[in-house]
């Protein structure tokens, strides 16, 4: 006799116990890991993106501003200029999933920037002067932030959505989805991670063993 099957709720509940389990795991594992070793991955990296054909190939190019506990991306940044590509970072809404991906003049820009409570550099939300990347021409690549990730590309954020719900936006823009690629530490490479069907998959995952 086959065993009733779950239904939707005991199925979504599970899910997100999973999910909040793997994220205090992860949490765990990126506290033990040094700041010399972030640094040394975050290098690594770096030289791995700037050598990348689908980065070389981008003109118009969203990326996270790093907390402690992410790749660091100054780096990128600061070769997206140099290159003369033009250059998107978040802002986030707070209480809501909502994000803009908003216009960056200049690496030396990130001076202006505000820190919100989240210890997170954005424009501030009086900022109306900088381009939202799908006002304009779109985006050709994103960087993705997250906690952890699979190599078939499933990647746990931070829970708020963000990420998933812009790009739902980018599908219904007339350039299309961008090409996403995360940028991890080794530390945050998974067996497997727990989905949603409105989880959306990351092109590629570049972490330092890959």
Same mark, same amino acid.
């Given at each position: 006799?086959?065993?009733? &099957?779950?239904?939707?709720?005991?199925? &979504?509940? #599970?899910?997100?116990? &999973?999910?909040?389990?793997?994220?205090?795991?992860?949490?765990?594992?990126?506290?033990?890991?040094? #700041?010399?070793?972030?640094?040394?991955? =975050?290098?690594?990296?770096?030289?791995?993106?700037?050598?990348?054909?689908?980065?070389?190939?981008? /003109?118009?190019? &969203?990326?996270?501003?790093?907390?402690?506990? @992410?790749?660091?991306? @100054?780096?990128?940044?600061?070769?997206?200029?140099?290159?003369?590509?033009?250059?998107?970072?978040?802002?986030?809404?707070?209480?809501?999933?909502?994000?803009?991906?908003?216009?960056?003049?200049?690496?030396? +820009?990130?001076?202006?920037?505000?820190?919100?409570?989240?210890?997170?550099?954005?424009?501030?939300?009086? +900022?109306?002067?900088?381009?939202?990347?799908?006002?304009?021409?779109?985006?050709?690549?994103?960087?993705?932030?997250?906690?952890?990730?699979?190599? /078939?590309?499933?990647?746990?954020?931070?829970?708020?959505?963000?990420?998933?719900?812009?790009?739902?936006?980018?599908?219904?823009?007339? =350039?299309?989805?961008?090409?996403?690629?995360?940028?991890?530490?080794?530390?945050?490479?998974?067996?497997?991670?727990?989905?949603?069907?409105? +989880?959306?998959?990351?092109?590629?995952?570049?972490?330092?063993?890959?």
């Amino acid at each position: 006799m086959e065993p009733p &099957a779950e239904s939707g709720g005991e199925m &979504a509940a #599970a899910l997100g116990a &999973a999910k909040r389990a793997l994220r205090a795991e992860l949490r765990h594992r990126l506290r033990a890991l040094g #700041a010399a070793e972030k640094q040394r991955q =975050s290098r690594l990296l770096s030289r791995k993106v700037i050598g990348h054909s689908k980065y070389q190939e981008s /003109k118009r190019i &969203a990326i996270f501003l790093s907390m402690p506990d @992410e790749i660091q991306t @100054e780096e990128i940044i600061k070769d997206i200029f140099k290159q003369g590509k033009e250059c998107f970072i978040p802002r986030y809404k707070p209480h809501s999933n909502h994000m803009d991906m908003l216009k960056l003049s200049s690496a030396e +820009d990130m001076a202006s920037l505000t820190l919100t409570s989240w210890n997170i550099l954005q424009p501030s939300d009086g +900022d109306s002067t900088r381009e939202e990347a799908l006002a304009g021409g779109g985006l050709d690549l994103i960087f993705m932030p997250g906690l952890g990730f699979d190599k /078939k590309g499933n990647r746990l954020g931070r829970g708020k959505g963000y990420y998933d719900t812009y790009l739902g936006r980018c599908m219904k823009h007339p =350039s299309g989805k961008p090409y996403t690629i995360a940028l991890a530490f080794r530390e945050q490479i998974c067996e497997s991670v727990p989905v949603t069907e409105n +989880d959306v998959q990351v092109d590629e995952i570049l972490y330092e063993d890959c």
